[in-house]
């Protein structure tokens, strides 16, 4: 939910590694796509003090093991 895909980094399918070796292979062949994500991605994090989503992780972490 806090990534958009292409926008704060890319968002695969679970079990497609060919996925995300593409999206691996998108940010090294495009250094300034990478910076504009990570950009991004700090501004969407900066939203977000630790303590109030550290169970909203946890619970996502959970949810995919």
Do not use: H
């Amino acid at each position: 939910e806090l990534v958009k895909d292409g926008q704060e980094g890319f968002v695969v399918p679970r079990r497609r590694p060919d996925l995300i070796a593409d999206a691996l292979q998108a940010l090294r062949d495009d250094a300034g796509l990478c910076e504009r994500m990570g950009q991004a991605a700090r501004v969407t994090a900066g939203r977000y003090p630790w303590m109030a989503i550290r169970s909203d992780i946890a619970d996502a972490v959970r949810s995919v093991l």
